[in-house]
């Protein structure tokens, strides 16, 4: 975030330049800076909203095998766990079956939905609030989009599926906003999909943030690849962070990392104690508050 933040300001700088004084700005030097805004605003995170609205994607694909938020996603009011919400909270349906790991990533992401994150967190970096806010109010598009495709455009619609990761992080040459996560996408009987029903696939992604019923979340950018894809088979993916799945950054070579979002998912908490660097500049050791934030297990924080 420091990054960006500092690559806004030279954007602007740029930018003034250019309005005030044109007659003396190289038509090379206004592309480099226009192509410097567009990558600044490629990947906007809006306070971490973003990357990880796309990680949970990642999460639930993972642990359930599917994308399917209408039905394994729901908002509820009232939980115990977030004593200081006073909005509806996305939690997993009653319904949703978890198919590895408990689906433990896909709940610490649903956790940092915990307003008392405010506490701990710099909210440039993640404010929990918006999380809330904006993941509420996306699950409420999907379901609205997926009512309108059945009503109007049934052969859109996206295809009962599992899915099965083969790859990932790993950078496919598109999006710039992280690595891909790649997905084996199969029929329920385990035959591949078609390539028309993997591009329908991805009307299963708007309360993530995919295409223009769900706000153009820059960290999805799905695709479909044959990159690491099992012969015959149909392969998606898409490109969160890294750091919510598993994989943190080191900036320079043995130095401690810095985490975008200024937490990591490590839930053998192999990195407790361990040195890091937050988006702020500041050396400190990552931290868990999994006892003061029960939702929020699995995930460490540079604070």
């Keep these: 975030m420091k990054n960006l933040l500092s690559l806004v300001g030279f954007v602007f700088l740029g930018l003034s330049a250019l309005q005030g004084c044109a007659a003396s700005v190289s038509s090379d030097e206004a592309d480099r800076v226009a192509k410097t805004e567009d990558a600044v605003n490629a990947c906007y995170t809006n306070s971490g909203v973003l990357p990880t609205k796309a990680a949970l994607a990642v999460a639930m694909a993972t642990e359930l095998g599917r994308w399917e938020p209408a039905k394994d996603l729901v908002a509820v009011t009232g939980l115990a766990a977030f004593p200081m919400n006073t909005q509806p909270i996305v939690q997993l349906s009653s ?11 896909t709940k610490a992401l649903l956790g940092q939905q915990d307003w008392r994150l405010y506490q701990y967190i710099d909210q440039n970096a993640f404010n929990a609030v918006n999380f809330n806010s904006d993941l509420t109010q996306s699950l409420g598009r999907h379901n609205t989009n997926i009512t309108d495709i059945t009503r109007n455009s049934p052969s859109k619609l996206p295809p009962a599926h599992k899915l099965t990761l083969v790859g990932g992080p790993v950078n496919l040459g598109i999006g710039s906003c992280g690595p891909h996560f790649v997905y084996q996408a199969d029929h329920l ?19 993530f943030g995919f295409g223009n019923a769900g706000g153009n979340n820059p960290y999805i950018k799905y695709t479909i690849t044959g990159q690491g894809c099992p012969t015959g088979r149909t392969c998606v993916a898409l490109d969160p ?8 950054t080191t900036t320079t070579a043995g130095s401690a990392p810095t985490y975008p979002l200024n937490r990591l998912y490590d839930p053998t908490n ?8 937050t988006t702020a500049g500041k050396l400190t050791t990552m931290i868990s508050k999994c006892a003061a934030l029960p939702a929020t297990c699995g995930y460490l924080y540079c604070i």
């Design 95 to 105: 319904s949703a079956v978890c198919l590895k790991n408990n689906c433990a990533n």
């Design 270 to 277: 192999s990195k407790l104690g361990s040195a890091c660097v």
């Design 189 to 207: 009987d385990g035959t591949a999909l078609s390539t028309t029903e993997a591009t329908n696939l991805a009307n299963d992604l708007v309360a």
């Design 241 to 248: 962070t890294d750091d919510d799945n598993g994989s943190g």
